[in-house]
């Protein structure tokens, strides 16, 4: 499957935005999205099962970050709230090939290409 990312740009700190991953096909599966700083390793952020029925987060976004997902659009989203400096990072969306509430990179098959966000103090 394809994963087209959008949604990134430049916002303020204490302001909000919302990420749209794309698939080109069904994914009946977890799918997730991970973070990428400058010099840092790829970290996870937020992941959903294929109903929606579980959603689970790191622990530097809970309370802020809320991920959801239309399967009638095969589409996953991330909304971005309280926006911190520390939150500016490429973000990738990702499909794993089982239910399994996965946080590691690697269990994840298909990512898609990333979306930049960068948040000003």
């Known amino acids: 499957v394809q994963l087209q990312a959008s949604g990134g740009g430049l916002v303020q700190a204490g302001g909000s935005l919302r990420l749209s991953c794309a698939a080109s096909a069904t994914v009946r599966y977890t799918m997730g999205w991970f973070r990428q700083a400058p010099g840092e390793e790829r970290e996870f952020v937020a992941g959903i099962s294929w109903t929606g029925g579980t959603t689970y987060y790191a622990d530097s976004v809970k309370g802020r970050f809320t991920i959801s997902r239309d399967n009638a659009k095969n589409t996953v989203y991330l909304q971005m709230n309280s926006l911190k400096p520390e939150d500016t990072a490429a973000y990738y969306c990702?499909?794993?090939?089982?239910?399994?509430?996965?946080?590691?990179?690697?269990?994840?098959?298909?990512w898609g290409q990333g979306t930049l966000v960068t948040v000003s103090s």
């Open positions: 990702a499909a794993s090939e089982s239910n399994y509430p996965s946080r590691r990179a690697r269990d994840f098959a298909s």
